[in-house]
């Protein structure tokens, strides 16, 4: 079992930078795939960025390729978002995500716990 707990998020003007924050407890953190993903009122969850057990080779998003940046340490258990360059269309309660895997999951329903949300507000 893992628990996810996130931080960071809040409101920002466009153009502005945030930087998400998600801990993870329980089992080797380091054998999990980590994600986030986006849910803006009325639309799907979206999948934002992902990111390997190693650290290598992470995945965006098209609509966020450039300005967003997933990393993690695993010494701390802990996986970052760092977005930089925020739009309105940013807009949305963002969720990290684990799967014990050595690929990346890209998809919502590939992944097994979820951290409990946390609203970004970008205001133009």
């Known amino acids: 079992q893992v628990q996810l707990a996130q931080s960071g998020g809040g409101l920002v003007q466009a153009g502005g930078s945030l930087r998400l924050s998600c801990a993870a407890s329980g089992r080797t953190f380091s054998m999990y795939a980590m994600g986030w993903f986006r849910q803006a009122p009325g639309k799907e969850r979206e999948f934002v960025a992902a990111?390997?057990?190693?650290?290598?080779?992470?995945y965006y998003a098209d609509s966020v390729k450039g300005r967003f940046t997933i990393s993690r340490d695993n010494a701390k258990n802990t996986v970052y978002l760092q977005m930089s360059s925020l739009k309105s269309e940013d807009t949305a309660v963002y969720y990290c995500?684990?799967?014990?895997?050595?690929?990346?999951?890209?998809?919502?329903?590939?992944?097994?716990?979820w951290g409990q949300g946390t609203q970004v507000t970008v205001s133009s």
């Open positions: 990111i390997i057990w190693s650290g290598g080779n992470p």
């Open positions: 995500a684990a799967r014990q895997s050595y690929t990346v999951p890209l998809r919502p329903a590939d992944y097994d716990y």
